[in-house]
């Protein structure tokens, strides 16, 4: 079947709207000529005369008469949908958005978020998500609106993404803790006993490769999936956590952390949103507010 031609349905209305061929064709800036071609195709594809002479004018035929209504919506339906969006309305906004994020976030940065969404947007609603890997398909198929993490190969190449601060590792013992006494050597920190944080379960990472350069290896004895159950054995044992400064900060309360007494490179946490979303007044709005708050704990 011919896909029919849908700049019709405007002349119809057009027509049907001004009742001669001569008030369409101004309506639409054509001459008369042009428009009574028009309606002659517009016949041959209805299969209808829609117009005809009574007299000096045209009236409407019935199936004319039934069209007109039908047309003239789907054609107001087509212009909006084809005209920019209207300016976003906040407080008439009702909306949920899915944020994706490892642990850590919600803690240091999701009640500032909240209330910032609630002042501005009350009828918005934030679902947040544990983020269990680095895989960009819940951005591509729309079930995660917005995501946080570092940026790398597993990252899809379409992924459009933003800085929010720059992080770093530290360590972290309970109070009373040898360490917590200050004057760490790389030999003190590596003599003691570990928990390494592998959401894969893996024995080693970033941390035990620089060791390594300085001959020396750390004693992993507990591997867990994420920086609040390392936190949480540090503080009721003598085992090291080392987790990130910032993403952990809120966690950290009645623990003592210290800078590592060796260089480990830092590294950008970021926002990561799919393309399609780049235009969304609404997604724009909400990017805008992570920016804020992740700021906003900065200065604190």
């Given at each position: 079947m011919a896909i029919p031609d849908l700049n019709l349905l405007i002349t119809l209305d057009a027509l049907l709207a001004e009742g001669s061929v001569a008030g369409a064709a101004r309506r639409l800036r054509l001459s008369p000529s042009a428009m009574s071609r028009a309606l002659a195709r517009l016949r041959e594809t209805t299969g209808d005369p829609l117009l005809v002479r009574a007299g000096r004018g045209l009236v409407p035929t019935p199936r004319a008469l039934e069209l007109r209504t039908r047309v003239g919506q789907l054609v107001q339906d087509a212009e909006a949908a084809l005209r920019p969006a209207d300016v976003l309305?906040?407080?008439?906004?009702?909306?949920?958005?899915?944020?994706?994020?490892?642990?850590?976030?919600?803690?240091?940065f999701g009640a500032d978020l909240i209330a910032r969404v609630a002042a501005e947007a009350p009828g918005v609603r934030l679902c947040f998500l544990q983020k269990d890997n680095k895989e960009s398909a819940s951005l591509r198929d729309g079930s995660v609106d917005l995501e946080t993490g570092v940026v790398g190969k597993a990252t899809g190449p379409e992924v459009r993404s933003r800085a929010l601060f720059r992080d770093r590792f530290i360590g972290v013992v309970r109070e009373g803790h040898a360490l917590s006494r200050g004057g760490i050597t790389p030999a003190l920190y590596a003599a003691g006993r570990h928990i390494n944080v592998s959401r894969q379960g893996l024995a080693g990472g970033p941390i035990?490769?620089?060791?390594?350069?300085?001959?020396?290896?750390?004693?992993?004895?507990?591997?867990?999936?994420?920086f609040s159950s390392a936190l949480a054995l540090a503080r009721a044992s003598d085992l090291i956590a080392t987790v990130p400064e910032r993403h952990s900060g809120k966690l950290r309360a009645g623990l003592h952390s210290f800078a590592l007494p060796f260089t480990v490179q830092e590294f950008t946490v970021s926002m990561l949103w799919h393309p399609r979303m780049d235009a969304d007044p609404a997604h724009s709005w909400l990017r805008g507010l992570v920016l804020q708050s992740c700021a906003a704990a900065q200065n604190k």
């Open positions: 309305k906040l407080k008439q906004l009702a909306r949920t958005f899915t944020l994706r994020s490892r642990e850590g976030f919600v803690e240091n035990d490769d620089v060791l390594r350069t300085l001959g020396l290896e750390r004693q992993i004895a507990a591997i867990v999936a994420g």
